[in-house]
């Protein structure tokens, strides 16, 4: 079962940060989850709100600021304030260099749901190209229109259909609809899903596993990997032998 740092090592540092995704990794993450967005100028940028308030404090939207003002904000100043210094809003580009010499794989959410980005598909897919990294990502996304054009784009590409309510036949729907990974909150998913799901070699991811019963139902339902805020507790408890 591949344990997923949700944003990166959350849990513990700002999410979707340089210093979240490094931290992943020494904790033993096999894969990082992370989330893609274009500022004004179409540079493909890592942050999961459309709207910088939660994180920053800034009123205003991604898409509505260019990548070299987004570089003067910091992403961790509401939570965090200054307990880790500035940390910069990552672009795509600066994760790849970094993440091209490590053996981790990245699940990239699309942020496709609320706005849907014009070139985010073919702009993103040609980073990866870039740096060699086809077969160590996978896309993610609610609107699973976008998931079926980066298949059409490029078949070999894995696709996981988010959801956030149950839905059934999940395994026929996303296997027939040409992807490859289901992806449930856990909330939703239950044995009948899972089942579906083997029926038609459909992968599970499962989010977000912070506590130890949903940690044991994901393993025992053999799900094929864990989306977490803490993948340090759920490297350690699966290294003790569960």
């Keep these: ?5 949700h944003r990166g090592y959350s849990g513990q540092y700002p999410e979707n940060t340089m210093l979240a995704f490094q931290k992943a990794a020494e904790a033993g993450a096999d894969e990082i989850e992370l989330d893609v967005q274009l500022s004004r100028d179409g540079k493909i940028v890592i942050f999961h709100d459309e709207s910088l ?10 898409m509505e600021m260019t990548y070299d003002e987004l570089a003067k904000v910091n992403a961790a100043k509401m939570i965090y304030g200054d307990k880790f210094g500035f940390n910069l809003i990552p672009s795509l580009e600066e994760y790849f260099i970094w993440v091209k010499n490590t053996n981790i794989v990245t699940n990239i ?25 086809v077969e160590r990502v996978y896309f993610s996304s609610f609107n699973h229109v976008s998931l079926m054009k980066c298949k059409a784009l490029n078949p070999v590409i ?11 036949n999940a395994g026929y ?15 939703s998913l239950n044995e009948e899903t ?8 459909v992968g599970i991811n499962v989010w977000t596993i912070d506590d130890m019963s949903s940690l044991i139902k994901a393993k025992n339902w053999d799900c094929r990997g864990i989306i977490t805020d803490y993948p340090d507790i759920c490297r350690a408890w699966i290294n003790a032998g569960h």
Excluded: W
């Design 109 to 133: 959410e699309l942020k496709n749901g609320r706005y849907y980005y014009e070139g985010l598909e073919e702009k993103t897919l040609a980073l990866i190209a870039k740096y060699g990294l």
């Design 158 to 168: 894995r696709c996981g259909a988010l959801a956030f309510m149950p839905l059934g």
């Design 53 to 62: 308030e939660r994180l920053t404090g800034n009123k205003n939207l991604i």
């Design 194 to 201: 899972v089942a579906n799901c083997k029926k038609y070699g």
């Design 173 to 187: 729907c996303v296997k027939s609809n040409g992807l490859d990974y289901y992806h449930p909150d856990m909330k």
């Design 1 to 5: 079962m591949k344990i997923t740092a």
